[in-house]
C-alpha cells in the first residue's frame, strides 16, 4: 500500500472521562474505541485507526486510567485496561488483536501486505516485541549504565528494518507492525536519551531512517503526546522519577 501521509484537519480531541464522568449510551450500535492517550498499547489502535481514515467511523473515549469511571469495568471492559473496542455491540481488547481486527474489518487502507513472507516475518516481530519491552523496561528501571542485551535487542531492531528494502519500514511498506513498535520505539527513544543519556539510534542507520519516515505520517503524529509529558509519566510509572 502507499505510505498513507495525506494530511487531515487535526482532530479535536474528546474530554478524558474519569469516575464521575457518566458513561456514554452504551451499545447503540457506535463503535468506540476505548483508549487512555498516555497508554501505548491503546496508541497502536488510534494510530490504525487514523491510518484507515476512520476517524468518523470509530469514535474515541478517552478514560483516565488513575481515576476511572467504575462503569467501564462493569459494563464495558471487565478486564478495566485500555484498548477496548465496541464494535457492532461486542467489546473486544488487546491491542495487537485490535489492531488486526481494525485493519480486516473496516474500509481504508489494508495494512499488511498479502506477500506471504513478508506475512510471517510481520507475525515474528508481532512475537518479539513483548520480549523487547521486557529488556528495555528492565534497562531503563535499573541503575546500571545500558548493557549488551539493550544493544543486541536494538541491533535486532535494526536487522529487521534490513530485511526487506523496498521501503524503510518493517515490511518494506507501512504496515501494523511499524503501527505495534511505534508508541513503544517513541517512548524508547525519549527515555533512553533522559535516563541513560544513551542515543538507541546512533549507529542504527535504518532505525534512525525509520523514526524520520514515521514522524512524517500524520495518521501516527496525530496520536504523538508531548515528550516532556511522556517522560515524566513514564517515570512515574517506572518508578524512576
Ligand atoms: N496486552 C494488553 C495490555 C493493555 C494494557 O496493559 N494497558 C494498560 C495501559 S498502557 C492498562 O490499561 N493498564 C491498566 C491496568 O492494567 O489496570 C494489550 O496489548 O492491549
Same mark, same amino acid.
Given at each position: 500500500?502507499?505510505?498513507?501521509?495525506?494530511?487531515?484537519?487535526?482532530?479535536?480531541?474528546?474530554?478524558?472521562?474519569?469516575?464521575?464522568?457518566?458513561?456514554?449510551?452504551?451499545?447503540?450500535?457506535?463503535?468506540?474505541?476505548?483508549?487512555?492517550?498516555?497508554?501505548?498499547?491503546?496508541?497502536?489502535?488510534?494510530?490504525?485507526?487514523?491510518?484507515?481514515?476512520?476517524?468518523?467511523?470509530?469514535?474515541?473515549?478517552?478514560?483516565?486510567?488513575?481515576?476511572?469511571?467504575?462503569?467501564?469495568?462493569?459494563?464495558?471492559?471487565?478486564?478495566?485496561?485500555?484498548?477496548?473496542?465496541?464494535?457492532?455491540?461486542?467489546?473486544?481488547?488487546? !491491542? +495487537?488483536?485490535? @489492531?488486526? $481486527?481494525?485493519?480486516?474489518?473496516?474500509?481504508?487502507?489494508? %495494512?499488511?501486505? /498479502?506477500?506471504?513472507?513478508?506475512?510471517?516475518?510481520?507475525?515474528?516481530?508481532?512475537?518479539?516485541?513483548?520480549?523487547?519491552?521486557?529488556?528495555?523496561?528492565?534497562?531503563?528501571?535499573?541503575?546500571?549504565?545500558?548493557?549488551?542485551?539493550?544493544?543486541?535487542?536494538?541491533?535486532?531492531?535494526?536487522?529487521?528494518?534490513?530485511?526487506?528494502?523496498?521501503?524503510?519500514?518493517?515490511?518494506?511498506?507501512? !504496515? +501494523?507492525?511499524? @503501527?505495534? $513498535?511505534?508508541?513503544?520505539?517513541?517512548?524508547?527513544?525519549? %527515555?533512553?536519551? /533522559?535516563?541513560?543519556?544513551?542515543?538507541?539510534?546512533?549507529?542504527?542507520?535504518?532505525?534512525?531512517?525509520?523514526?524520520?519516515?514515521?514522524?512524517?505520517?500524520?495518521?501516527?503524529?496525530?496520536?504523538?503526546?508531548?515528550?516532556?509529558?511522556?517522560?515524566?509519566?513514564?517515570?512515574?510509572?517506572?518508578?524512576?522519577?
Amino acid at each position: 500500500m502507499a505510505t498513507p501521509t495525506t494530511s487531515f484537519m487535526k482532530e479535536v480531541l474528546p474530554p478524558v472521562l474519569d469516575s464521575t464522568s457518566q458513561p456514554p449510551t452504551l451499545f447503540d450500535g457506535t463503535t468506540r474505541l476505548y483508549i487512555s492517550y498516555k497508554s501505548p498499547f491503546a496508541q497502536r489502535t488510534w494510530i490504525t485507526r487514523n491510518c484507515k481514515g476512520l476517524q468518523e467511523k470509530i469514535k474515541l473515549v478517552p478514560i483516565d486510567l488513575q481515576n476511572r469511571p467504575a462503569w467501564y469495568k462493569e459494563k464495558v471492559y471487565p478486564p478495566n485496561k485500555v484498548p477496548s473496542l465496541d464494535h457492532n455491540n461486542e467489546v473486544k481488547g488487546e !491491542s +495487537l488483536d485490535l @489492531i488486526k $481486527y481494525i485493519d480486516a474489518h473496516f474500509e481504508g487502507p489494508a %495494512l499488511l501486505p /498479502d506477500d506471504p513472507a513478508k506475512r510471517q516475518f510481520a507475525e515474528e516481530l508481532f512475537s518479539y516485541i513483548d520480549s523487547l519491552n521486557k529488556i528495555m523496561f528492565t534497562a531503563l528501571s535499573s541503575k546500571e549504565d545500558v548493557g549488551d542485551e539493550v544493544g543486541a535487542a536494538l541491533d535486532k531492531v535494526e536487522d529487521a528494518l534490513s530485511k526487506f528494502d523496498d521501503g524503510p519500514f518493517f515490511l518494506g511498506q507501512f !504496515s +501494523l507492525v511499524d @503501527i505495534a $513498535y511505534a508508541p513503544f520505539m517513541e517512548r524508547y527513544q525519549i %527515555l533512553f536519551s /533522559d535516563v541513560k543519556n544513551y542515543d538507541i539510534t546512533k549507529g542504527r542507520p535504518k532505525l534512525a531512517l525509520w523514526f524520520e519516515e514515521l514522524n512524517k505520517i500524520d495518521a501516527y503524529v496525530q496520536t504523538r503526546r508531548d515528550p516532556q509529558e511522556l517522560l515524566a509519566h513514564t517515570k512515574k510509572r517506572l518508578g524512576i522519577a
